[in-house]
């Protein structure tokens, strides 16, 4: 079965950076798009961003724009999110997740354990 | 950006009743809409795609419905297993947004 196994989260002072990554392994990486998804404590689901199977197309939600950055290595089936200039509202549980087809219109089909970022001074 | 609002965000429910939960989008999405459920300290897990489309592990007892701005997600007769929290999801257009859940709980 699909595996997605996050990693890189922890305690960062606000201002600071982080790298999360994403291990996916028993399917092709390749094809999908991936998606990060954030929960912060206690509250619901947000979407953070996506990047296409190419990588060559990206978004990201208003609130991360211009100080996160996604991006994948498909020779090492492993998925990135750059996260600078943090904040106390950053902190939450980062999930990646994988689309369930390669088409532009995709639910997420798999979901890693996620990854706990916590933003505090 | 795509609003998508669910009702009610909880609920309280006996094991046997039939649950209803509703997801309105803002615009019209299609049927660009999936449902997830989570259980507390795990990560979702999909439920529905294509606003009606089960996944291969859901029962028949879930079923989902609507299109372009009004979706439900029903639960004919609902199991212990099924107390959970359920999202909605539109995937029609950047950024994909969320409901802010429903939490279903035992009565």
């Known amino acids: 079965e699909v595996q997605l196994v996050e990693s890189g989260g922890g305690l960062v002072q606000p201002g600071g950076s982080l790298r999360l990554s994403c291990a996916a392994s028993?399917?092709?990486?390749?094809?999908?798009?991936m998606s990060w998804v954030r929960q912060a404590p206690g509250k619901g689901l947000e979407w953070v961003s996506v990047?296409?199977?190419?990588?060559?197309?990206?978004y990201f939600a208003d609130s991360v724009k211009g100080r996160f950055t996604i991006s994948r290595d498909n020779s090492k089936n492993t998925l990135y999110l750059q996260m600078n200039s943090l904040r106390a509202e950053d902190t939450a549980v980062y999930y990646c997740?994988?689309?369930?087809?390669?088409?532009?219109?995709?639910?997420?089909?798999?979901w890693g354990q996620g990854t706990l970022v916590t933003v505090s001074s | 950006d795509i609003q998508m609002t669910q009702s009610p965000s909880s609920l309280s429910a006996s094991v046997g009743d039939r649950v209803t939960i509703t997801c309105r989008a803002s615009?019209?999405?299609?049927?660009?809409l999936a449902w997830y459920q989570q259980k507390p300290g795990k990560a979702p897990k999909l439920l529905i795609y294509?606003?009606?489309n089960l996944e291969s592990w859901v029962p028949s007892r879930f079923s989902g419905s609507g299109s372009g701005t009004e979706f439900t997600l029903t639960i004919s007769s609902l199991q212990p297993d099924d107390f959970a929290t359920y999202y909605c999801?539109?995937?029609?257009?950047?950024?994909?947004?969320f409901g802010q859940g429903t939490k279903v709980e035992i009565k």
């Open positions: 997740a994988k689309s369930y087809s390669s088409g532009s219109y995709s639910a997420f089909d798999y």
């Open positions: 990047i296409s199977g190419s990588g060559g197309n990206t």
């Open positions: 028993r399917f092709t990486f390749s094809n999908y798009a």
């Open positions: 615009q019209s999405i299609s049927r660009w």
């Open positions: 294509q606003a009606s």
């Open positions: 999801q539109q995937y029609n257009s950047y950024p994909r947004t």
